[in-house]
């Protein structure tokens, strides 16, 4: 990613470099090559399901919705199974996705020939993380996976998610904070996009709660980011409604 994005500046201009807001300009990850495997299987899971009445966008965080590790807090292929597979639902989460990857992505055809009834779209977290893109640029990054997926599929009423709570530093908490507030404040009256910040359904008083996390488990373990078993069903529950209303 860090090679793309320095080749990404090195090619332009100073002065269009001082323009370009990198969370909301397509970037491949196509010299990893897990991530080009991974793209491929993607658009063969299109072509072969064309009627599919939800897709899922993401990251990592989305593409844990296939995770069935057996060992109960990562076992969420049975929640997918049970709240979007009766939809022949499609999941496109790729691990460690930015905004301009997703926007990548559906620029290239990821979405071409659906026609979905429900988009649901999760990006973000990775926004904060290794590119350390702050809340000004992921904003505008995230509303341009909107505007894409919009124009992409029409017919698709989009669900977007905030960006998740972790437990990563405080930095990474603000900026979750920030972008959560603008985008909730953007779409309050939109009539394509419905916004829901899940975030307190992986909170305890108040405070993100790791034990709702898969990454603790890991061995080293990792920062909570990644939701287990009980917190993606707490958040499949609490977009049922939403999903009942626009999905037939």
């Given at each position: 990613?860090?090679?793309?994005?320095t080749?990404?500046?090195?090619t332009?201009?100073?002065?269009?470099q001082?323009?370009?807001?990198?969370?909301?300009?397509?970037?491949?990850?196509?010299?990893?090559?897990?991530?080009?495997?991974?793209?491929?299987?993607?658009?063969?899971?299109?072509?072969?399901?064309?009627?599919?009445?939800?897709?899922?966008?993401?990251?990592?965080?989305?593409?844990?919705?296939?995770?069935?590790?057996?060992?109960?807090?990562?076992d969420?292929?049975?929640?997918?199974?049970?709240?979007?597979?009766?939809?022949?639902?499609?999941?496109?989460?790729?691990?460690?996705?930015?905004?301009?990857?997703l926007i990548?992505?559906?620029?290239?055809?990821?979405?071409?020939?659906?026609?979905?009834?429900?988009?649901?779209?999760l990006?973000?977290?990775?926004?904060?993380?290794?590119?350390?893109?702050?809340?000004?640029m992921?904003?505008p990054?995230?509303?341009?996976?909107?505007?894409?997926t919009?124009?992409?599929?029409?017919?698709?009423?989009?669900?977007?998610?905030?960006?998740l709570?972790?437990?990563?530093?405080?930095?990474?908490?603000?900026?979750?904070?920030?972008?959560?507030a603008?985008?909730?404040?953007?779409?309050?009256?939109?009539?394509?996009?419905?916004?829901?910040?899940?975030?307190?359904?992986?909170?305890?008083?108040?405070?993100?709660?790791?034990?709702?996390?898969?990454?603790?488990?890991?061995?080293?373990?990792?920062?909570?980011?990644?939701?287990?078993?009980?917190?993606?069903?707490?958040?499949a529950?609490?977009?049922?409604?939403?999903?009942?209303?626009?999905?037939?």
């Amino acid at each position: 990613m860090r090679r793309l994005l320095t080749t990404l500046a090195l090619t332009l201009p100073l002065a269009a470099q001082a323009k370009v807001n990198l969370a909301e300009a397509p970037i491949d990850r196509l010299n990893l090559p897990v991530w080009h495997q991974h793209w491929d299987a993607s658009l063969e899971d299109a072509r072969t399901h064309p009627d599919a009445k939800i897709v899922w966008l993401g990251d990592s965080i989305t593409y844990y919705w296939q995770r069935h590790g057996g060992h109960g807090y990562d076992d969420i292929l049975p929640i997918w199974n049970q709240y979007y597979a009766p939809y022949g639902a499609l999941d496109f989460g790729f691990i460690g996705d930015t905004t301009s990857s997703l926007i990548w992505r559906l620029d290239h055809g990821q979405v071409e020939g659906l026609h979905p009834q429900l988009a649901i779209i999760l990006i973000g977290a990775n926004n904060f993380g290794k590119v350390h893109w702050d809340a000004a640029m992921t904003i505008p990054g995230i509303e341009a996976v909107v505007e894409n997926t919009h124009r992409r599929l029409p017919g698709a009423h989009i669900l977007l998610l905030g960006v998740l709570p972790s437990i990563r530093s405080p930095w990474v908490d603000a900026q979750t904070r920030t972008t959560n507030a603008a985008l909730a404040q953007h779409y309050a009256d939109s009539q394509t996009v419905t916004f829901m910040d899940v975030g307190h359904l992986l909170q305890t008083d108040g405070h993100t709660d790791p034990t709702l996390f898969v990454d603790p488990h890991l061995n080293p373990p990792d920062p909570p980011l990644h939701p287990d078993a009980e917190g993606m069903r707490r958040i499949a529950e609490a977009l049922a409604p939403v999903v009942r209303e626009y999905v037939r």
